[in-house]
Each structure stands twice: as structure tokens, then as C-alpha cells.
């Protein structure tokens, strides 16, 4: 999924009117297991200055790179976390581990050959779903259809319980950038 995406899924899922103080965890437990990629490519594209093509195919794939991504992407990581915030009476620290674990399970059934290491580092098994959330050769299309009107959805239910104006902003620029993108990538190749 895109990492927007799981912000807001999670913020539907796990927010609570009497627990407004939640939110920036979840969105920040959303959003965190995909900020080494975003590192990556950031160094990759504006410091080294490797080619897009090379970022992605090779580059992305060493494996420094793929062990931060499945420690950030790491099941079994995120749940040891929540269990010693819960010793600890962590609350805020709990719902960000519990955001993260949500993220991995949604990212689960939508990577085909961007598979992440999910259970690392009890095992490299990489889930390998029949359908991708961008790749059109997997059903992207159809799937980005999808996570786009799940967002739209989401975005409704949580947008009345949203105080802050940044945040209600925010989630209407997502919600524009991922339909023009989506006729941009995808219907307009149809025509």
C-alpha cells in the first residue's frame, strides 16, 4: 500500500474519540516502517545520483538496504515493542507498535516482487501475493482502485473527529494527489 494509505486506514481503524491523543501515534506507526525507503531513495536519487532505474533495481536490493527495510517492516519486532510498552504502561507507545503491525498486514497481500521480510528476523520468508498494489502486470490497477476508494472510505468516517485544520488538509490532499495519480498512471493508459 501507499504510506499514506496505512496513516489513514489506521486512523479509521484504531482511533478513538476519547483518545484524541492517539492520533499522531497511529499515523506516525502508519507511516514509520516506510521512512527507510524514503532515506534510501532520498540518498540514492540526490546524493549519489544513481539513475531511477538502477535505484530500484539494484541499489534497493543490497543488503543493508533490505535489512532496514524488514527491521522497519518486522512483525515480530513491533509486537516485542508493544509488549514492553505495555509493561512499561507505555499507552501512546502501545497504539504506534499496534499501528505498525497494522501496516505490515496491510502491506502483506498487496507486494508481489517488492515483497517485504515481515517476519524478520525469525525468518526471510517474503509473502509473494498474486496482486500488487501497483503493478499492473499483478492487477495494479485494480488494486490501486481499490486502496483509493478504501482511503476515500476511510477518510469520511474519521474526517468529523479530525480537530486539527493541518490534518483535515492534509487528508483532502492525499485524497486528490491518489485520484489524479490514479488517472494519470492508469485510465489514461486505457484510452
Known amino acids: 500500500m501507499n504510506t499514506p494509505s496505512h ?12 483518545l484524541p491523543q492517539a492520533n499522531l501515534a497511529i499515523v506516525i ?8 525507503i524514503f532515506i534510501f531513495y532520498f540518498w540514492a536519487k540526490f546524493i549519489v545520483r544513481l539513475p531511477e532505474a538502477k535505484i530500484w533495481s539494484q541499489a534497493y536490493y543490497q543488503p543493508l ?4 527495510v524488514a527491521t522497519f517492516h518486522s ?30 498486514l496491510g502491506d502483506l497481500p498487496v507486494h508481489n516482487n517488492d515483497a517485504h521480510r515481515h517476519f ?19 492487477y495494479g490497477a485494480i488494486v490501486a482502485l481499490i486502496e483509493i476508494l478504501l482511503v476515500l472510505l476511510a477518510s469520511l468516517w474519521i474526517f468529523p473527529g479530525i480537530n486539527s485544520g493541518v490534518g483535515k488538509v492534509l487528508i483532502v490532499l492525499v485524497n486528490i494527489f491518489y485520484g489524479s495519480c490514479y488517472i494519470y ?3 489514461r493508459s486505457y484510452s
Not at 7 to 18: D, G, M, T, V
Not at 65 to 68: D, E, H, K, T, Y
Not at 126 to 135: K, N, T, V
Open 185 to 187: 498512471f492508469y485510465l
Open 120 to 138: 524478520f528476523p525469525l525468518s526471510n520468508y517474503r509473502f509473494i501475493s498474486p496482486i500488487s498494489y501497483w503493478d499492473p502486470e499483478h
Open 29 to 36: 506507526g502508519g507511516v514509520l516502517s516506510d521512512i527507510p
Open 75 to 104: 512483525i515480530p519486532l513491533a509486537i516485542i515493542l508493544l509488549l514492553i510498552s505495555y509493561y512499561f504502561g507505555w499507552e501512546i507507545m502501545q497504539v504506534l507498535c499496534i499501528s505498525l503491525v497494522f501496516h505490515s
Open 7 to 18: 496513516a489513514i486506514i489506521n486512523l479509521a481503524l484504531l482511533a478513538k474519540p476519547q
Open 65 to 68: 538496504i533490505q535489512n532496514l
